[in-house]
Nanobody, 119 residues
Framework: QVQLVESGGGLVQAGGSLRLSCAAS????????MGWFRQAPGKEREFVAR????????DYANSVKGRFTISRDNAKNMVYLQMNSLKPEDTAVYYC????????????WGQGTQVTVSS
């Protein structure tokens, strides 16, 4: 089992920055993939970014490429999402998640943290 707790959300003006953190407790294994997703009001949850726990290979949604950076600290069991040049359309609840094994979906999810970007 893995428990995930997100933090760092808040209200920011367009063009500003926020850094989200995800604290993972329980066993994280080397083949796990850590992801960030978001869900805006009235919309489906969408992929934002992911990183492999072992090698740190990253992948981003086109909508955030060049503005967001995902990183991890293996020693602290933490995953981060640095968000720069924020836009009102980035407003959403942001979720941290873990994909394990050959599952096509993410197995563990956090409760989410609200990010609101004002224009």
């Amino acid at each position: 089992q893995v428990q995930l707790v997100e933090s760092g959300g808040g209200l920011v003006q367009a063009g500003g920055s926020l850094r989200l953190s995800c604290a993972a407790s329980g066993r994280i294994i080397s083949t796990d993939i850590m992801g960030w997703f978001r869900q805006a009001p009235g919309k489906e949850r969408e992929f934002v970014a992911r990183i492999t726990w072992s090698g740190g290979t990253t992948d981003y949604a086109n909508s955030v490429k060049g503005r967001f950076t995902i990183s991890r600290d293996n020693a602290k069991n933490m995953v981060y999402l640095q968000m720069n040049s924020l836009k009102p359309e980035d407003t959403a609840v942001y979720y941290c998640a873990v994909k394990r094994g050959i599952a096509s979906t993410y197995n563990y999810w956090g409760q989410g943290t609200q990010v609101t970007v004002s224009s």
